[in-house]
């Protein structure tokens, strides 16, 4: 596993350089948001209190086709787990505010694992951070909870 992690910062190093710093970052803050529970569970979601904000209809509409050419769907279903998490899971788990965006976001662009099992999410460093936002607005807006 260390060795996998090593090779793996490396490849992220050499592809982008200047995501390095992020996806540290993110790392960190994805261990914070892994209950203990989580952890001796894998499977188990814990769901993240919070409010969902609203987002424009535009913003959807334009998360929805990225993710439809970015292609998210190889891995990822609306309804069921395929190789990723089902999106509604997804939206499930976090609530729509700017920090859980932001989390995301960062995850897609420089890949990840851990959050839902043993699987690993490719990066995409090509997606821009603002993009990225936009494609989670969409998946977390797939359960809006007041
Ligand atoms: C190679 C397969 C693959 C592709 C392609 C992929 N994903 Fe994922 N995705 C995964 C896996 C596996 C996970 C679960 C990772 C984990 O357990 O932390 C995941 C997790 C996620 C999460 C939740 C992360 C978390 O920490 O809770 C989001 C959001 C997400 N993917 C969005 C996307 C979007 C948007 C795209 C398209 C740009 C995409 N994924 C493309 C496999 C993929």
């Not at 814990?46 to 987002?55: A, C, L, N, T, W």
């Not at 609306?78 to 089902?86: E, Q, R, V, W």
Request: charged share 30%; net charge positive; proline share 5%.
């Amino acid at each position: 596993m260390i060795l996998f992690l090593a090779a793996r910062k490396l490849i992220v190093r050499l592809l982008v350089f200047g995501l390095l710093m992020n996806a540290c970052d993110q790392k960190e803050k994805n261990g914070d948001l892994l209950s203990e529970g989580e952890k001796r569970h894998r499977d188990y979601i814990r769901k993240i209190p919070g409010k969902d904000e609203h987002v424009p209809e535009e913003v959807l509409a334009k998360g929805e086709v990225l993710i439809a050419y970015a292609g998210c769907y190889d891995c990822h279903k609306i309804d069921k787990k395929s190789k990723g998490p089902a999106f509604k899971d997804i939206a499930k788990r976090y609530p729509i505010q700017p920090v859980y965006r932001d989390l995301l976001a960062r995850k897609i662009i420089s890949g990840g694992f851990g959050s839902w099992g043993n699987p690993v999410m490719a990066p995409h460093p090509h997606i821009s951070m603002e993009n990225a936002q936009t494609m989670v607005y969409y998946i977390l807006s797939l359960e809006y909870e007041d």
